[in-house]
């Protein structure tokens, strides 16, 4: 088994779910348990400048310039070590599938527990594969453990190969990915690197550089409530009022009937009486100009419903939460070049794609470290029925191996 493989079957097992309403950092302590198992394999490997930010849950470390390379640029690689909150990821109990006949895989037969092919079917591109699963129960933590085990194994093949030539290599492990603030403590001027990758992907050849923007929306109705036998002319049901403005908005512009490069309005819950009803939408789109548009349309709807019913009867409390990284990528466009070039030389096409999301990337390429990310080999993220693909992620060790080679630069 390569070292690859036996990180991530180490690392999955040690569960760092996070927790989108802790208002501790990092949002578990059990975070921690990987970051220190990470900061004693980085020390016992001999990479050198290890940094374990025991207050943030951080863990930074440099493979030094081959000699005669120190003056290459700086290259850094992120990943995450938390998984989502929306699946449990406790006892996970990952079983290698050798041979994957393209079929369904049964997770676990006395719960009726499958993997179907037919409604996964991009299972059937890892035919012939060996595919690495859960036992139905939990998910599997390749989101982003196997980020986090290719860059590990990278680190340990180019600190045991020092004939093979690279720059200075930074690497840096964030906790809480997944409830959207891995950046928030993430020390950039101590990583000190020219421009990193996050290893955060899904199949093997997609590559990542553009994000949606992203808003987040509080929708206040203030209503006023009335016995419904007196109600004629005095009561305003703020959950009508509610529905009114949900039906303002593009009905299609909806995460139900978006894909690719559209954007959307999606509201993710309401609560309400007649008095008042609280509904929180988030509104996104990689297009800046549809981006700004979509949020004054949304304060506009607002604007007209309390033209209808009176001043303040609608508040809306928007807020952004991040942009698009393409308009900091656009400026480094070897990055994603650099690992397209060498994904065909490693016999595999990449695929350039926006994300329909965010990444630690797109707030890192902001706060000024350009941050595209790279595939993992890894599919069905925050699921019961994710799985990773084993030869797959050894690839992206390789190509991990090969963007550190690309990078130097003979003094
Ligand atoms: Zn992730």
Excluded: W
Excluded at 126 to 150: P, W
Excluded at 251 to 276: C, L, W
């Amino acid at each position: 088994m390569t070292k690859t493989i036996e990180n991530f079957l180490q690392y999955v097992t040690i569960d760092t779910q996070s927790n989108e309403y802790s208002k501790k950092v990092p949002s578990t302590e059990k975070q921690h348990n990987l970051a220190r198992l990470l900061t004693k394999q980085l020390t016992e490997m001999g990479a050198e400048e290890i940094t374990y930010d025991k207050e943030f849950c951080y863990v930074y470390a440099s493979i030094p310039a081959t000699p005669g390379y120190e003056k290459s640029p700086v290259l850094g690689f992120i990943s995450h070590m938390d998984t989502s909150p929306d699946v449990s990821g406790a006892d996970v109990k990952p079983r290698i599938v050798e041979n994957y006949d393209g079929g369904d895989i049964v997770l676990n037969a006395e719960q009726n527990i499958v993997l179907s092919s037919t409604v996964f079917p991009k299972l059937a591109t890892l035919r012939g594969q060996d595919l690495i699963v859960t036992d139905g129960t939990t998910l599997l933590g390749a989101d982003a453990k196997a980020g986090v085990s290719e860059i590990m194994a990278m680190a340990e093949h180019l600190l045991t190969h020092p004939e093979i030539p690279h720059g200075k290599i930074r690497i840096g492990f964030t906790p809480d990915e997944e409830i959207g603030k891995g950046a928030d403590h993430f020390n950039i001027a101590l990583f000190g690197a020219d421009f990193a990758y996050t290893v955060d992907g899904e199949a093997l050849g997609k590559l990542e550089n553009e994000t949606f923007n992203a808003a987040g929306a509080i929708l206040t109705i203030h209503g006023r409530n009335i016995h419904p036998g007196t109600a004629k002319d005095q009561m305003l049901n703020s959950i009508l009022i509610a529905q009114e403005f949900h039906s303002l908005l593009p009905a299609f512009q909806n995460p139900m009937y978006t894909e690719k490069r559209e954007g959307f309005f999606h509201i993710n819950s309401i609560s309400g009486n007649v008095d008042k009803t609280v509904a929180k939408y988030i509104i996104r789109d990689h297009d800046k100009t549809l981006f700004l548009q979509k949020k004054e349309l949304f304060n506009s709807c607002a604007a007209f419903l309390n033209k209808k019913y009176g001043e303040n009867t609608v508040t809306v409390e928007m807020e952004d939460t991040y942009y698009n990284m393409g308009e900091v990528l656009v400026h480094h466009a070897h990055l994603i070049e650099n690992a397209a070039k060498i994904l065909r030389e490693l016999g595999v096409e990449p695929q350039v794609f926006p994300i329909r999301g965010g990444t630690d990337g797109s707030r890192l390429s902001f706060m000024g470290l350009p941050c595209p990310n790279l595939c993992t080999g890894g599919g069905n993220f925050h699921s019961r029925f994710e799985y990773a693909c084993v030869q797959s992620m050894e690839t992206v060790t390789e190509l991990l191996v090969r963007l550190a080679v690309c990078y130097g630069r003979k003094s």
